[in-house]
Structures are given as structure tokens and as C-alpha cells.
């Protein structure tokens, strides 16, 4: 566990030196070209920063060992960070968008933006979409919930970026109006990948089970290990970013219960070995003889 918060620590301070650079640019170029568009897109980017704070926050706590108040852990605390991060991104894409229609119901007030605001929004494409890349790729290293909704923020500014540079390229040939459009298009997106972070981290704290190719493999794990006849029960259940199993095995009921209880201890052994994501696993033997070992 240490590793794998060093190796988010690492990767979030990466993201926040990137993402206070790359929003200053931005405003910046926003301001001085007169591109709403590209004003929103670097509020956008701040609120990068912040959740990336609540990511690392949230990893650390998740990192921490079990205790008497909290004797499963805490690994469901990269689940909260994730649906604080989720409210973040949904309140950031709602005042974008409201200052976009405000900007559409008064268009006396728009300006040709500059072609620096252009530049701004091809830069921020390129550098968000490598973030993204790289943010997601420790995530999965790591399996954590909270850095993989943090990418999923990069890959939304990138999105983002897309709009207010089509926004922006069209207010130049002549359409004004396609600058704060750009800005609810960005609302949209932003909105979009609030929810699907939102809707991943609710999964994940109510127990929901692992997907059927998981499950599958868990069989096939303890199917595979010498003495066990077949699988009469098997449940997972996620618990942030790890999981829980609990499984029945059938065994040749004649057997004496050490051997029995040598296979259900080599079987967890097994699982633990090749699912690192597993936790805590629970194993219990059926005799062969007096239970349906058709698989269910």
C-alpha cells in the first residue's frame, strides 16, 4: 500500500504543477483574446488542481491500516473522494454553462476572440489528452478509483478544449454566438463525466459484485486446484478499490477434515496470489456426496 501511494502522490503532484501552469496560460490567452470560451476552459483547469488536492487526500486516508473503529480498512475513502471530485466537476460545468447562455441572451457583449485564444485551446488538447493517458495508466496500475476519476477530469478538459477551439475557430469566420455555445458544449462534457465518476463510486460503496469475467476467473482459479470438485457458491462484493470473496467448494466427503481444510487453505492461497486486487477471502468445504456440485 505504501507503494501504491507513492505512486499516486507522485503522479497527482505531477498533475498539479501541469494543471496551474497550463490554467494561467490559458486565462490568460482567454483574457487577452476576448474568448469566453477559453476563460471557461481555464476555470475548468483550476478546479483541475483542487480535485487533485482531493484525490491525494483521499488516497492517503484509503492507505491507512486497519483499526479498532475501522477493522475492513479504509479503502472506501478513495470512494468519497471520488463523489466529492464527481460535485466538483458538476458545480464547475454548471457556472460555465450559465455564463455561456448569459453570454448567448446578451450578445451585444461579444468580441471576435484572437487567435491566441486558438493557440491556448490546441496546446491545452495536446497536453491534457497526455495527462490523461498517463494518469489513467497508473490508475490501472494501481487500481485506484479516485486517480482513474482524476484522469477521466484530464480526458473532460481535453474534451472541453475540443469545443472552445471549434467555438472559438467559428467566432472568427464570422459567428460570434459559437463562442459561449462553446462554453456549454464544455458544460456538457464536464457534466457527462461528473456523472460516470458519481455512478462508478456509488457502485462501489453499496458492495456491488464484480463483473462476470472476474467471477469467472475466480472459478476457473479454484477449479483448477488439486481436490476440488466443483464450486457450489461463489459471491464478490467491491470494497473501493479491492474485493471481497466468498466461495463454498465441493471435496471428496470421505477425505479426513485436515485434508480438507490443507485444500480450502491452498485454494485461498491460490486466489490471493493471483487476484491482488482480492482482500479478504473466505473458504468453505462442502462434501461432494451431500451437496449438488452442479456450478451455479
Sequence with gaps: MENTTKIAFRVSRISILINAALSAA??????????????????????????????????????????????????????????????????????IGYQGIQKILHPEDLQIPGVLALAAAV???????????YTRKAAKQIDSD???????????????????????????LGLPVLDPIASLVICLFIARAAYMI????????????????????LRA?????????????????????????EMEISVDGSMTLTAAHAIAEGVHSEIERQF????????HVNPAETVNSKEK
Design 276 to 283: 491482488p486486487r482480492v482482500k479478504h477471502i473466505m473458504i
Design 26 to 95: 490559458k486565462l490568460a490567452a482567454g483574457l487577452i483574446a476576448h474568448s469566453g470560451a477559453m476563460v471557461s476552459d481555464a476555470v475548468h483547469s483550476v478546479s483541475d488542481v483542487f480535485s487533485t488536492f482531493i484525490v491525494m487526500i483521499g488516497v492517503r486516508l484509503a492507505g491507512k491500516e486497519s483499526d479498532k473503529e475501522h477493522p475492513y480498512g479504509h479503502e472506501r475513502m478513495e470512494c468519497v473522494a471520488a463523489i466529492i471530485l464527481s460535485g466538483i466537476l458538476l458545480a464547475t460545468g454548471l457556472i
Design 123 to 133: 496546446l491545452s488538447i495536446i497536453v491534457k489528452e497526455i495527462m490523461y493517458q
Design 146 to 172: 479516485a486517480l482513474m476519476a482524476d484522469a477521466w477530469h484530464h480526458r473532460s478538459d481535453a474534451l472541453s478544449s475540443v469545443g472552445a477551439l471549434i467555438g472559438i475557430a467559428g467566432a472568427r
Design 221 to 245: 482459479c479454484a477449479l483448477a486446484y488439486p481436490g476440488v470438485i466443483g464450486i457450489d457458491r461463489l459471491m464478490t462484493r467491491k470494497f473501493g478499490s479491492r474485493m471481497y470473496v
Design 198 to 217: 458519481f455512478r462508478d463510486a456509488v457502485n462501489k460503496m453499496v458492495d456491488q459484485s464484480a463483473d462476470e469475467e472476474t467471477e469467472a476467473a
